[in-house]
């Protein structure tokens, strides 16, 4: 169901006796470059409609309240025990943005906060980052702060990396926090810079979820992540590069001996796919959807191929996808392991395609896949100057 902020002011004041300020954060998926955002490479996201509301209101003492509507549960911590760290529960990660926010220096006193949402958890259209921004959201307008993109993303992240204990690069944060409606998202994560682009009218993005979980805080997301490290430590040495985003494929090829084959074939992935996002802007500027969708195609061959972090039943989900009249093209999305994929569906054929992929799905693997016809939502700094913010 919808989350409303109707709904969760109720909650908040049924709660808490006192109504609120109101602040949403959206999902979302990315179309291209994927595990490029932890050395320093290029992503292309968009935020998506479906969201993470924070309703906010102050105490009179040092206690961060925290009321998630979603396990019906609540917890809390004091202000001085932010220090101690995780705490192994759902609450880490706004007690982690608490934290990541008083160490960038935002001061704030206790409060009272419910937490409500409609992201799909685990299938990797990054419900911890919509989680993130919108507490950092709450909790900084309460302390009277406006703080630019760059340190808001950043500072999440920080809550997820070093609090959560998950080590996500700053894509999700970033788009998060920064999209913009109607619009991609390319973002370059070493500069923080990005470019807003706009995805033709005659097209739909399709999310389908192969409802197998992925959990960025476990095993499998950090693995890649340290094959990726120790093949870019190679490079570092041999080749003098500052981060993989500069290494080409002879430099990497040079490398090979000193490598592992798992580092090899992931850092092959990571600089094929940072050229890709950059051909997938060209061809979006150039309204040439067809080359976009074989980058899709491509960029998923070589997620499940160089970097092996795709399963059987996404592949199968692109399989099907791909065979459909109308898909421009599909690939997996997200960390990995599970999850959903990304499709690129003409509009006319957008329908049809979500009953069929629904359907052959179903009669391949036996799971009801969710469907989801979306278009590029507002991030969280969006909503709140369109007055989201209530
Ligand atoms: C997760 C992480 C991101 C990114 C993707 C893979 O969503 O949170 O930082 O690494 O996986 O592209």
Redesign the pocket.
Known sequence: MKVTNEAAQLAHEDRFGQRGRLFRAPARV?LIG??T??TGGLVMPMAIDFHTVAVISPREDERLMFYSENYEQETFIEIPSLEGGRRGHWSDYPAGVAWSLRKEGVEFGGFNMTLAGDVPLGA?L?SSASIEVAVAMAIQAMADEHLPLEKLATLCRRAENEYVGAK??I??QFVVAGAVAHRAMMLDTRSLKFDLLPLPGDVRVVIANSMVKHA?ATGEYGNRRDEVEAGQAVLQQERGIALLRDATLADLEACREKMTPESFARCRHIITENARVLQARETLLADDMNRFGELMVEAHKSFRDDFAASCEEVDTLVSIALRQPGCVGARIT??GFGGCTVNVVNVSAAEEFVSAVRREYAQATGIEADCFVCEPADGALALAEKGGAA
């Open positions: 990315n994927e595990h955002d932890y990797g990054s996500s690069g894509m999700d960025v997200g960390g």
